[in-house]
């Protein structure tokens, strides 16, 4: 976690992040894989002191608001597990196709020396200053699907905060703008 990219400098400001699943797989196509992330979301927010102020998971992505101290380990931490988890319930499930290619891409990282690797690296934080810029990336993760034409509503697509956001229960509660 020590390139640049990677490092969140400010901690008073929120963040939008995306990381990305190597090679774009569509791995969060998977309810269950989708299911670890809003798990590891919930833990980020009720265990760790971070708030989710907007979140989307697509099928090979995330972008995540989030605002806390220590986010740059935070976050790290959250794709260490939710990664473990995933290649975990892989291996139990049988989905070696899936295993496959992310036991490839393993070999590929060669400082990692990872059996498997499920995430790029870096997570891209993007710093947000003010009201404005704040509804502005919500908006942008949360019309992600509707961009692609995958649903003409933004509230209908099932892994997001626009539920919230459009007074409905979500899948996990977020902390509203």
Known sequence: MGRTRNYIYEDEYPYLITSMVHNNLP???????????????????????????AYIIMENHIHVIVKGEQLTLKIGSFKSYTARKIIDFMQNEGHTRWLHH????????????????LWEDGFYPKQIIGDDMLLQKIEYVHNNPVNRGYVDKAEHWRYSSAQNYAGLKGLIDVDLF
């Open 27 to 53: 791995i969060f196509s998977i309810p269950q894989a989708a299911t670890i992330l809003l798990d590891g979301l919930t833990f980020l927010r009720e265990k760790r002191n971070v708030s989710i102020l």
């Open 102 to 117: 992310l036991q490839y891409f393993g070999d590929l990282a060669d400082k990692s020396k990872q059996s498997y690797k």
